[in-house]
């Protein structure tokens, strides 16, 4: 018996298997330079006092290129996942707009939006996704990595959260 396709929405009943973790846009960059954009967000209460933390590295060394983590007001942990990834995404334009670019996030939900698996329901989101996809360098990749994997970008949050922010280089 063949298996239901998977759900466009998120998981669903028949959705047993994790998503595959990464998905590579085919388009080629010009540049040979690989960024890695490391984002996060999170809020105290959802909605609660939000922020997000986003770093690029360089995808040869690590070395940590430009660094932003800043207070959103009062928002949902959603739009603060969203933030990041649009600050990490602009700075690593900045640094390179032509470069191979690797997002790295603990947000499954932003992951599976922006490689076009899951629909973007709530309208208050839409916005955001798209200004995001606007700012995809050719050769984006999509990586969903476990919380304990992204505590760079975490750590960016929590000292913002804290009245620590951290602007952009």
Not at 43 to 70: H, W
Not at 81 to 106: N, Q
Not at 124 to 130: G, I, K, N, S
Request: charged fraction near 25%.
């Amino acid at each position: 018996m063949a298996r239901p396709a998977p759900s466009q929405d998120g998981p669903g009943l028949f959705d047993l298997e994790a998503p595959a973790p990464k998905v590579v846009d085919s388009t080629s960059t010009t540049s040979s330079r690989r960024l890695i954009v490391e984002a996060d967000g999170g809020s105290r209460g959802n909605p609660g006092p939000a922020a997000y933390g986003a770093l690029v590295r360089d995808g040869e060394t690590g070395e940590v290129l430009n660094s932003e983590g800043l207070c959103l007001g009062v928002t949902t942990n959603n739009v603060a996942e969203y933030s990041g990834l649009i600050a990490g995404l602009e700075m690593a334009r900045a640094i390179d707009a032509d470069a191979a670019v690797d997002v790295r996030m603990d947000s499954r939900l932003v992951i599976e939006q922006q490689a076009g698996r899951w629909k973007v329901k709530h309208p208050a989101m839409r916005p955001l996704a798209a200004q995001a996809r606007a700012l995809h360098p050719c050769g984006v990749s999509w990586t969903w990595v476990p919380r304990e994997q992204n505590k760079a970008a975490d750590a960016l949050v929590n000292a913002a959260l804290d009245g620590k922010p951290r602007d952009r280089r």
